[in-house]
């Protein structure tokens, strides 16, 4: 429990600020909410976060932003099995969500988001990034079956704080093979990062903080139609 009034600014749509929706709730802390509409922000929310993005949260009258900060803060405020107890586990720990980042993470968004964020991707492109998708789950199934046993989640037998902060791009990953047709591999190689992906799933704090697939789908489908018709005018 907390004796801090938290207000969380978020998004329900928003991956980011899933991190911080799955710490809340793991940690069950209680909050005010504030959905903010990302098409039509408040004319106040700058005087939250600058960068006008979600999430953001306020600790009485401090204000965090960043969903990893804000994550990271909650998990070491109000302790319990989510956060690595030696500053060698933390270490590990964040160099795995970075491994993800960077070789999953940032793979999966330049394909979903071809032409629409980032530059349009021709077929060689494409074809190049799902090469460089597929060996970066292969090197994350690596370090899983070196560093957290027989799993099921990123770091052990319980979710912790590498679960946090990257399980809203797992739930992610239906939504992604539906807009691009790419999937993840089955096999031996493939094997660890779906125990992992299927742990978070069945993860009550994850599963309760995510609208769901189809929703999802919807959204990104709006929001690629939206910029697409904006670049043919
Ligand atoms: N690095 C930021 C990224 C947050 C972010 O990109 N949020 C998006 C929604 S998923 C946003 O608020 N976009 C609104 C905008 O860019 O105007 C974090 O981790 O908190």
């Not at 999953?104 to 980032?118: E, H, P, R, Y």
Request: proline share 7%.
């Amino acid at each position: 429990m907390t004796s801090d009034k938290l207000t969380f600014y978020t998004n329900k749509g928003c991956p980011y600020a899933q991190r911080v929706a799955i710490a809340l709730k793991a940690l069950n802390l209680p909050h005010d909410h504030v959905e903010i509409d990302l098409d039509n922000k408040p004319e106040w929310y700058p005087k939250i976060n600058p960068e006008t993005k979600v999430p953001a949260l306020a600790i009485n009258d401090t204000i965090l932003t960043e969903s990893l900060v804000i994550a990271e803060y909650l998990l070491e405020q109000y302790p319990s099995t989510l956060y690595p107890t030696t500053p060698l586990a933390r270490a590990q720990t964040r160099f795995f969500i970075t491994l993800f980042t960077d070789k999953v993470n940032a793979k999966t968004g330049a394909l979903q988001w071809s032409g629409v964020f980032g530059p349009a991707l021709d077929d060689l492109k494409k074809d190049q990034l799902v090469k460089e998708l597929f060996a970066g789950v292969r090197q994350v199934n690596s370090w899983l079956s070196a560093n957290s046993g027989a799993g099921p989640f990123a770091t052990g037998e319980k979710p912790g704080f590498a679960d946090v902060a990257l399980g809203p791009f797992l739930l992610r990953l239906p939504v992604f093979t539906a807009i691009t047709g790419v999937e993840i591999p089955e096999g031996v190689e493939y094997d660890r990062f779906h125990q992992w992906v299927r742990a978070v799933q069945e993860w009550d704090a994850a599963k309760d903080t995510f609208p769901g697939v189809e929703v999802i789908v919807g959204r990104v489908q709006e929001k690629i139609a939206k910029v697409k018709t904006a670049q043919a005018q």
